[in-house]
């Protein structure tokens, strides 16, 4: 939920330009170092409650029967971080946010200031103490991570939604153990959203997956929904659900099949060779009110309206069940009644091509998926292909008019590169840098901001001659670089504040087994 249609980010620049960024770091979706040895998905091993005619059974339920919200099934989220998307709401553990009552879970947002922690819950540099954060409103966000995380199943909750300008509820699913790295590389499973209801003739929901690389690679697709009959969501209580089992999700408003997506549409840059990925791992569920935020402050331009609150969210029950005819796929199951959207999703980028044992990233010109960028402090690199004669003919001439920069070839997806055994290039310097004594030369591989093999030196060779480098992959993952996920495999600089005037040459850029 949080991460939304319309996420945004920040990136700082520095040596990680070179990286992939966004969408990690200090965000909504507890992405930063993820979840500390999480619990591991188990096969039921009973039913709570017999095989439906569906073949589902129900594994886990909260009917909210009793008197206090259940702490065995949920955890309550504290801060104020504006949820990735510049949200009003701080998210507070308080009576008169959530609490149980007549058997319904109440949810409600508040027109109050509050402060509290800046960070999400799970980054390693949370305090619950910290008061740095803030907002306009408090509301309640509400999480089964430790206490029920599944793979497949069918995801249930009956509701009644709130409304009003800047209104956002949601009932969704993020991954307990980010596998695949931040968001939205592990992925998100968004089984109900809806903003605004009732005002500027708002009356639909939203069901909506999240994958594809880092931000701003950040992909989804998804399908909206229109009660029948000229229903709002907002007037009474409807059942919202997703079927999901290996290679396909599935979303349901009263039983209503409305929309399907399948893994030819969805993909991960962290393990594109994964047909079902980031698909296929434990997720739990969270329950949310939001205020504002890029989505609903800015659907009818109306910001958030002060007077439509206080709002509530009004859950009667949550439900989990998994198919008995295969708990390991959650195939067998499947209900639909054939009218229903096949959204296509996204397709996966293509892999960059390999011949044999070799993968080439530069050879006289830069290879698809590859393309060189430079980053500088100030000044410039520039790159140009020159006819180098000899053997080499065309070859790539970098000359650096800054102290500060780094040249490199990316590609816009990450790759699983974990199969090369090494990252081989030839190299000719021409000119010296400035301090021709002191001179070295700086290598690195990058596996998407922060993730990086960190800086590999290298001898600067002698002038006017080619020199075949070979590094092993194995020291570069050593440095920390994830060879399962790397979208920069070359990035080259002579050492930092000794640049100015250095030209080189490289050529046969490429990746060996």
């Given at each position: 939920?949080?991460?939304?249609?319309?996420r945004t980010s920040v990136f700082s620049l520095a040596m990680a330009a070179t990286a992939c960024g966004g969408g990690g770091g200090a965000n909504d979706?507890?992405?930063?170092?993820?979840?500390?040895?999480?619990?591991?998905?188990?096969?039921?091993?009973?039913?709570?409650?017999?095989?439906?005619?569906?073949?589902?059974?129900?594994?886990?339920?909260?009917?909210?029967?009793?008197?206090?919200?259940?702490?065995?099934?949920?955890?309550?989220?504290?801060?104020?971080?504006?949820?990735?998307?510049?949200?009003?709401?701080?998210?507070?553990?308080?009576?008169?946010?959530?609490?149980?009552?007549?058997?319904?879970?109440?949810?409600?947002?508040?027109?109050?200031?509050?402060?509290?922690?800046?960070?999400?819950?799970?980054?390693?540099?949370y305090d619950p103490d910290d008061v740095s954060g803030s907002g306009t409103y408090t509301s309640a966000r509400l999480r089964t991570k430790g206490l029920?995380?599944?793979?497949?199943?069918?995801?249930?909750?009956?509701?009644?939604?709130?409304?009003?300008?800047?209104?956002?509820?949601?009932?969704?699913?993020?991954?307990?153990?980010?596998?695949?790295?931040?968001?939205?590389?592990?992925?998100?499973?968004?089984?109900?959203?809806?903003?605004?209801?009732?005002?500027?003739?708002?009356?639909?929901?939203?069901?909506?997956?999240?994958?594809?690389?880092?931000?701003?690679?950040?992909?989804?697709?998804?399908?909206?929904?229109?009660?029948?009959?000229?229903?709002?969501?907002?007037?009474?209580?409807?059942?919202?659900?997703?079927?999901?089992?290996?290679?396909?999700?599935?979303?349901?408003?009263?039983?209503?099949?409305?929309?399907?997506?399948?893994?030819a549409g969805w993909y991960t840059t962290a393990a594109l060779g994964n047909s079902n990925a980031p698909f296929d791992q434990s997720f739990h569920l969270?329950?949310?009110?939001?205020?504002?935020?890029?989505?609903?402050?800015?659907?009818?331009?109306?910001?958030?309206?002060?007077?439509?609150?206080?709002?509530?969210?009004?859950?009667?029950?949550?439900?989990?069940?998994?198919?008995?005819?295969?708990?390991?796929?959650?195939?067998?199951?499947?209900?639909?009644?054939?009218?229903?959207?096949?959204?296509?999703?996204?397709?996966?980028?293509?892999?960059?091509?390999?011949?044999?044992?070799?993968?080439?990233?530069?050879?006289?010109?830069?290879?698809?998926?590859?393309?060189?960028?430079?980053?500088?402090?100030?000044?410039?690199?520039?790159?140009?292909?020159?006819?180098?004669?000899?053997?080499?003919?065309?070859?790539?001439?970098?000359?650096?008019?800054?102290?500060?920069?780094?040249?490199?070839?990316?590609?816009?997806?990450?790759?699983?590169?974990?199969?090369?055994?090494?990252?081989?290039?030839?190299?000719?310097?021409?000119?010296?840098?400035?301090?021709?004594?002191?001179?070295?030369?700086?290598?690195?591989?990058?596996?998407?901001?922060?993730?990086?093999?960190?800086?590999?030196?290298?001898?600067?060779?002698?002038?006017?001659?080619?020199?075949?480098?070979?590094?092993?992959?194995?020291?570069?993952?050593?440095?920390?670089?994830?060879?399962?996920?790397?979208?920069?495999?070359?990035?080259?600089?002579?050492?930092?504040?000794?640049?100015?005037?250095?030209?080189?040459?490289?050529?046969?850029?490429?990746?060996?087994?």
């Amino acid at each position: 939920m949080s991460t939304n249609l319309f996420r945004t980010s920040v990136f700082s620049l520095a040596m990680a330009a070179t990286a992939c960024g966004g969408g990690g770091g200090a965000n909504d979706d507890g992405d930063v170092g993820g979840p500390i040895d999480p619990p591991q998905n188990e096969r039921p091993a009973r039913c709570i409650e017999d095989a439906l005619n569906s073949g589902y059974c129900l594994v886990w339920a909260d009917e909210f029967s009793g008197s206090a919200i259940d702490a065995e099934k949920w955890s309550h989220e504290k801060n104020c971080t504006g949820g990735g998307n510049n949200e009003a709401q701080c998210y507070v553990d308080a009576a008169d946010n959530s609490w149980v009552a007549d058997d319904v879970l109440h949810i409600k947002a508040i027109r109050e200031d509050a402060t509290g922690p800046n960070l999400v819950d799970d980054d390693p540099n949370y305090d619950p103490d910290d008061v740095s954060g803030s907002g306009t409103y408090t509301s309640a966000r509400l999480r089964t991570k430790g206490l029920g995380d599944w793979k497949f199943g069918r995801f249930e909750m009956r509701a009644k939604l709130p409304q009003g300008q800047g209104t956002w509820p949601a009932f969704w699913m993020l991954p307990s153990d980010w596998v695949y790295g931040g968001w939205p590389l592990s992925g998100e499973i968004d089984i109900l959203e809806a903003v605004n209801l009732k005002v500027g003739g708002e009356d639909h929901v939203h069901g909506t997956l999240h994958f594809g690389d880092s931000w701003p690679g950040n992909k989804y697709s998804g399908e909206r929904y229109q009660l029948p009959g000229g229903l709002n969501p907002a007037d009474d209580f409807h059942t919202y659900a997703v079927e999901w089992e290996e290679g396909e999700i599935r979303w349901y408003v009263d039983g209503d099949h409305y929309a399907t997506q399948t893994s030819a549409g969805w993909y991960t840059t962290a393990a594109l060779g994964n047909s079902n990925a980031p698909f296929d791992q434990s997720f739990h569920l969270i329950l949310n009110l939001a205020v504002g935020g890029n989505w609903s402050a800015n659907v009818n331009d109306g910001g958030i309206d002060e007077g439509a609150f206080p709002q509530e969210m009004q859950v009667d029950y949550v439900r989990v069940y998994q198919c008995t005819e295969d708990f390991d796929t959650g195939k067998g199951c499947g209900t639909t009644d054939g009218d229903f959207v096949h959204n296509p999703g996204v397709a996966p980028p293509q892999a960059p091509d390999a011949e044999g044992d070799e993968l080439s990233v530069f050879d006289g010109a830069a290879q698809a998926p590859y393309q060189w960028y430079t980053w500088t402090a100030s000044g410039t690199v520039d790159f140009q292909v020159v006819d180098a004669g000899g053997d080499y003919g065309d070859v790539g001439q970098i000359t650096y008019n800054t102290n500060q920069g780094i040249g490199y070839f990316q590609s816009a997806a990450a790759y699983d590169l974990s199969a090369y055994t090494y990252i081989e290039f030839d190299l000719q310097v021409l000119v010296e840098p400035a301090v021709a004594g002191s001179a070295s030369l700086t290598f690195r591989a990058d596996c998407g901001h922060p993730c990086s093999s960190g800086d590999y030196p290298l001898d600067m060779p002698a002038l006017d001659q080619w020199t075949h480098f070979q590094i092993p992959m194995m020291e570069l993952a050593a440095g920390g670089l994830n060879t399962a996920s790397v979208n920069t495999p070359f990035v080259l600089s002579p050492a930092w504040d000794n640049q100015m005037g250095a030209v080189l040459q490289v050529d046969n850029v490429r990746l060996v087994k």
